[in-house]
């Protein structure tokens, strides 16, 4: 049975292969990403940890316009299955 983090890490990749999600745009908040997939928060932080260390997201705290997670690379290989 897959992980928590891992069902969000293949939602993620899912939305980034298929190209729903480009370079540049934003995820969702994390609250909706853990309500969307029926993860916990703690889930979703743990996925999105991932994906920074592999340099294809990037987060930016705050209130702001910029603030919230953003694709900054596509996918280079399958990340989900390599992290298992």
Known sequence: MARAFQTVLEHI?????????????????????????????????????????QGITTSLVGAGADAGTRITSGMRRPLAKSIR
């Open 13 to 53: 990749e899912e939305q980034i292969l298929s190209g729903r999600l480009r370079v540049g745009q934003s995820l969702p908040p994390e609250r909706e990403l853990a309500a969307t997939l029926r993860v916990s928060r703690t889930a979703v932080r743990e996925a999105l940890r991932a994906l920074e260390a």
